[in-house]
């Protein structure tokens, strides 16, 4: 079956980086774009960065530009998202996401992995 | 603030239909047929429902159902049953530099 399994969250000092990882498994992993999505505490889902399936186009929302990075490994059918000068604005849980089409909306999601930026 | 403006909560009893609404702009759910629905349970991952404004995934069930006028897309919950409670997150996606925006959540709960 479709499975996106993420590692790599935990806590973080303010202006501390850490990588998340994402692997992909039951699907034509190359053929999907892949996402990150994020949730803080008690709030709603923000879109964090996009990567289309060909590496071609990324993005990034405003928030996150210029300190966060996204990219893929194609033939281990993983993703990932470096994440330099964190702030406490950025504790969330991050979700990795997948899917056909963009503009479809995300198919596939990860279990979420906490991140905690605190000194 | 989310980009997509969904109401808090919206409650109802088993059986009954409720809808939940989002409203977007001409940059969004206005302009393109790329709207998604997602259904979150506390602590876990949320779950694609609807897609493209009014198409289900293999094996979501028919009572929910989508729709779209101008700026604002629904999302409608028939048959109300109490595995239906939990939240719903609307999705467009955007002529902006975000590719998708969310609305901020709905919390649905079954009387």
């Known amino acids: 079956q479709v499975q996106l399994v993420e590692s790599g969250g935990g806590l973080v000092k303010p202006g501390g980086s850490l990588r998340l990882s994402c692997a992909g498994s039951?699907?034509?992993?190359?053929?999907?774009?892949v996402s990150w999505i994020r949730q803080a505490p008690g709030k709603g889902l923000e879109w964090v960065s996009y990567?289309?399936?060909?590496?071609?186009?990324?993005n990034y929302a405003d928030s996150v530009k210029g300190r966060f990075t996204i990219s893929r490994d194609n033939a281990k059918k993983s993703f990932y998202l470096q994440m330099n000068s964190l702030r406490a604005e950025d504790t969330a849980v991050y979700y990795c996401?997948?899917?056909?089409?963009?503009?479809?909306?995300?198919?596939?999601w990860g279990q979420g992995t906490l991140v905690t930026v605190s000194s | 603030q989310s980009a997509l403006t969904q109401p808090a909560s919206v409650s109802g009893s088993p059986g009954q239909s409720i809808t939940i609404s989002c409203t977007g702009t001409?940059?969004?759910?206005?302009?393109?047929?790329?709207v998604s629905w997602y259904q979150q349970y506390p602590g876990k991952a949320p779950k694609l429902m609807i897609y493209?404004?009014?198409n289900r995934p293999s094996g979501i069930s028919n009572r929910f159902s989508g729709s779209k006028s101008g700026n604002t897309a629904s999302l409608t919950i028939s048959g109300l049953q109490a595995e239906d409670e939990a939240d719903y997150y609307c999705s467009s996606y955007t002529s902006t530099r975000s590719v998708r925006v969310f609305g901020g959540g709905t919390k649905v709960t079954v009387l």
């Open positions: 001409s940059s969004d759910v206005g302009s393109y047929n790329y």
């Open positions: 039951g699907f034509t992993f190359n053929d999907h774009y």
């Open positions: 996401g997948s899917g056909t089409m963009v503009t479809r909306g995300v198919d596939y």
């Open positions: 493209d404004v009014n």
């Open positions: 990567m289309s399936s060909n590496i071609d186009y990324t």
